[in-house]
């Protein structure tokens, strides 16, 4: 069945450093491959998106490419702010008809300190 | 602003009461919407889907009696969790897209339920 794999956390990091979420997928077909975050407290916000294969999604200074070879949709971010913590997840849906649900990885714990 | 509003988002309930979760499309129609739970530091669990007019499909391990799902208008869907119990205390979180291709879901900020 259809899967989502990201690493386990949390991930905690100083201010400006570097970010890398890994996240791996199983399904049938070409599904299209999402980042959704919650902030404490909040719901769950799209964060990114690709549809198709070497598609580059990016939004506030993140970004992930959704690579079939390796079946793989990395979160990155070349330089994290305190207000980046949050827990993140990764998702796919299999088919484009409007009717499908998001299948969704555990989510990855992100802690940001100054 | 939300696309998806989900009320209450937060409710306190005794044992054996029900409780009603609504979820709304707030500008455009939703001939499907989505009911996932979320149990503390884990994933979002796809519970069931609701279908506007028909009966909701349910995920495996889901009580379709236990958790009433109606999709009586294209904008409104409601869970209740019947006979609640302790153990059905969790974060509940529904979804919804547009009808085109492609179309992202859109989630409402989730009801809190506690039962005591």
């Known amino acids: 069945g259809n899967s989502v794999t990201q690493m386990e956390g949390p991930v905690t990091l100083s201010e400006e450093a570097f970010?890398?979420?890994n996240c791996t997928y199983t399904a049938t077909g070409y599904p299209s491959l999402f980042w959704y975050v919650?902030?404490?407290?909040?719901g769950l916000q799209l964060l990114l998106k690709a549809t198709k294969a070497d598609d580059k999604g990016s939004n506030k200074g993140f970004e992930a490419t959704y690579r079939k070879e390796t079946t793989s949709f990395h979160l990155e971010k070349g330089s994290v702010q305190v207000?980046?913590?949050?827990?993140y997840f990764c998702a796919l849906r299999s088919y484009r008809q409007a009717g499908t649900a998001l299948i969704f990885g555990k989510g990855t714990t992100l802690s940001v300190s100054s | 602003g939300a696309v998806v509003s989900q009320h209450p988002s937060r409710v306190i309930c005794k044992s054996g009461t029900s409780v009603k979760i609504e979820c709304r499309s707030l500008d455009?129609?939703?001939?499907?919407?989505?009911?996932?739970?979320?149990?503390?530091?884990?994933?979002?669990?796809?519970m069931a889907t609701s279908n506007e007019g028909s009966k909701a499909t349910y995920e495996q391990g889901v009580e379709k009696?236990?958790?009433?799902?109606?999709?009586?208008?294209?904008?409104l869907s409601t869970l209740t969790v019947t006979s609640a119990h302790p153990e059905d205390s969790?974060?509940?979180?529904?979804?919804?897209?547009?009808?085109e291709?492609?179309?992202?879901?859109?989630?409402?900020?989730?009801?809190?339920?506690?039962?005591t």
């Open chain 1, 19 to 21: 970010l890398t979420i």
């Open chain 1, 38 to 42: 919650q902030y404490p407290g909040e």
């Open chain 1, 83 to 87: 207000s980046d913590s949050a827990v």
């Open chain 2, 28 to 46: 455009f129609q939703a001939t499907t919407m989505f009911w996932y739970r979320q149990f503390p530091k884990q994933s979002l669990m796809l």
């Open chain 2, 65 to 75: 009696d236990k958790f009433l799902i109606n999709h009586a208008s294209l904008t």
């Open chain 2, 90 to 99: 969790s974060f509940y979180i529904c979804s919804a897209n547009r009808q």
């Open chain 2, 101 to 115: 291709a492609n179309s992202p879901l859109h989630f409402g900020n989730g009801t809190r339920l506690t039962v």
